[in-house]
């Protein structure tokens, strides 16, 4: 199984690129893992929000094959502890044969279609975090569950 993280436009903060990097270096070790980074929706005074979410849908809709298995990052999503987070990496590297797919959607959310699309959804928070930082905050987690499911000392309770 291969894990992805779909995202719109690149992270312009540096140094939330280096940890970004940082982490998905480290997952190197455990998973195959791939940061796949698409280009923003170019924005006019014409352009609805859902119109904007449905081309960023599109978009998203093409990065995904048949077969994988997609999970929204979305705010209505189900919340995890750490350690859980872990259990449900574990299930899924023995229950999906292909892909595993985590998309953080753009400014405004996501498209019906995307919603309709997806297996499920997963909230980090009930806050909300800037889409460059939520990039960060969830490669870690993906670190951390790894290094839980290794029982490496990363995470402490």
Do not use: C
Not at 2 to 14: H, P
Not at 99 to 109: D, H
Request: a positive charge; proline letters at 3%; zero cysteines.
């Amino acid at each position: 199984m291969k894990i992805t993280l779909l995202a719109i436009g690149k992270t312009n903060a540096k140094y939330l690129q280096e940890g970004i990097e940082q982490y998905t270096k480290r997952l190197s070790h455990y998973i195959p893992f791939e940061l796949k980074i698409l280009p923003d929706v170019k924005t006019t005074k014409a352009l609805t929000t859902d119109k904007q979410k449905e081309m960023e849908g599109e978009m998203f809709m093409s990065a995904i094959q048949q077969g994988d298995w997609v999970t929204l990052l979305d705010e209505r999503g189900k919340e995890f502890t750490s350690r859980d987070f872990a259990s449900y990496i574990d299930k899924k590297m023995i229950t999906i044969p292909k892909n595993l797919i985590f998309i953080i959607g753009g400014p405004y959310g996501f498209s019906k279609a995307m919603y309709d699309r997806a297996n499920e959804k997963l909230s980090l928070s009930k806050m909300t975090f800037s889409h460059e930082m939520i990039r960060l905050f969830f490669v870690e987690q993906i670190y951390r569950a790894m290094t839980i499911l290794k029982g490496e000392p990363y995470h402490h309770d």
